[in-house]
């Protein structure tokens, strides 16, 4: 096939060693000279991407070399059927990087008599109406000032609710991301702004299931990274990287990602530019500017505190970093709790209970001590009346389809539920130990007595945390935890937040006292308490090592 000649230059100028780019970036070069610019079923039209530049370059910005290397795949079509190859867009760039002025460009040129395509109806999603708004307001403003007897103006008629052309009755609009009561258009093309504001994929199945009626359906997924995690974009991230590495051909997603690859590259000014290509050399005015302007804040950062850290790294240098004063584990430690369960019939297990209230949540676990290993096996239960309340952002619902937790219609959380599963447990795990605080076991005691468990309780349970807070901290940056893939308890341990006291001693409480819950986790605090007192590493043993 023809290359077309930014897909060249672009490429060019990393090998050169003229620009640096982020890992995902090398792979991304890999990905398309293995996979696809060596086809011969496909083309790229280079009149429409052209005729894309002349419009940008002419009513909005110079566009840079990587922002012609990243549209000229939204111009790559099949020869047969004359469709697009990639259907799908994931640009994942710093704060800074263009993002939105380049969506704006783009989009008002699909809606205008260039693209080609009648009725190409465009809608822009965030969770916010000022985020929603931020490409429609370029857009608006831009035909605004090019005043009544300017082009823009003849062409398109513009509110501020939407932008429509006059000659092919496209229309653009803005959207809050409610969608229990927003319905996307007849679109042709979808845009996701912010995507790490996205808790799940619920937004995206709304306003996708408008595609498919106009030719040449797209989708874009913009956005830096942010503080939302075991959310719709780190779902992306990880099948962004499966297609970066090949291992997912048939995926119509093209895939820009700009990030450090390792947080200490922030020390070196050079490696900015693997985050925000805005950095490449040589530098527009815009760059420049803007680079002034991070400069400024990353040497700030010396008297700041340590949020003002995490925040920059997260945004500038979209890198994202975790405070470890005030969090169990990084992100990437939790994720690792994701490995499968060794096999874990008849071994011992000290059982963990906490409710911070029967009126919402109830969490019950085992733990086991494989080799170096915790293994955490847990389950939930939630008020039907509590969920009708609170509006948790988490796919509460989907995760009691995957069997995480159990949902109860009851004036309370009945502990029968507890006890019932700790039976269920005992028939095939070796467990007769529960730990939990004094206060809540009193409410089970009875009952869990009666059935023949031994109750271990806990006086004084903030105390504990500080006991076990290293431990804590070491099994977690070892990777020495398993919850098998449990987003549940991924939810629950994210969503702790370390208090440290005058005194130096850690207490583990809740970022949010209503929305995030972190029973899951105390549960698991709690027999780790009481781990190695019960449990003992099982050694393997052959007959013939036995005397007879």
Known sequence: MKINKHVKFYMNQYESGKIKVSKYVVLLFGYLKKYILNRDDIYFDEVTHERYIAFTEKNYFKLMPFQKFITAFVFLYYKEGDYPFYEQFFWYKARGAGKNGLISSLTNFFISDLHGINNYNVSIVANSEEQAKTSFNEIFNVIDLNGKGGVLQSLFKHTKSEIKSKTNSSVLKYHTSNAKTKDSLRDGCVVYDEVHEYEDSTIVDVFSSGLGKVKHSREFFITTDGFVRGGYLDDLKERAIRVLKGDSLEDPLFVFMATLDDEKEMEDESNWQKANPM??????????????????????????????????????????????????????????????????????????????????????????????????????????????????????????????????????????????????????????????????????????????????????????????????????????????????????????????????????????????????????????????????????????????
């Open 279 to 548: 950095f490449h050399e040589p530098m527009g005015e815009y760059g420049k500017e803007l680079f002034r302007k991070v400069r400024t804040q990353y040497i700030s950062l010396k008297n700041s505190k340590p949020s003002a850290r995490i925040r920059f790294m997260t945004k500038r240098m979209n890198t994202p970093a975790t405070d470890l004063t005030s969090s169990v584990a990084t992100w990437e430690e939790v994720e690792a709790t994701n490995r499968p369960f060794p096999e874990l019939a008849h071994r011992t297990a000290v059982g963990g209970l906490d409710f911070a209230s029967i009126r919402d949540f109830a969490s019950v676990g085992l733990l086991f001590k494989v080799g170096d290993d915790y293994v955490w096996k847990t389950h939930s239960f939630v008020r039907q009346g509590f969920l009708d309340s609170v509006e948790l952002k988490p796919p509460i619902k989907d995760w009691e389809s995957d069997g995480f937790l159990t949902i109860v219609d009851e004036p309370v959380i009945n502990i029968s539920h507890i006890v019932d599963w700790f039976v269920e447990m005992r028939e095939i795990y070796g467990v007769n130990r529960i730990v939990a605080d004094t206060f809540r076991l009193d409410l089970v005691k009875a009952a869990l007595e009666a059935e023949g468990f031994q109750l271990i309780y806990i006086r004084n349970p903030k105390a504990i945390h500080s006991k076990l807070a290293p431990r804590v901290e070491t099994i977690f940056a070892n990777h020495n935890i398993i919850f098998d893939d449990n987003p549940l308890m991924r939810w629950f341990t994210n969503n702790v937040y370390v208090k440290i006291k005058k005194d130096g001693n850690k207490e583990y409480l809740k970022k949010d006292e209503v929305r995030r819950k972190t029973d899951g986790f105390q549960a698991f605090i709690h027999a780790l308490f009481e781990a190695d007192n019960v449990l003992e590493e099982e050694e393997e043993f052959y007959l013939d090592e036995i005397a007879f």
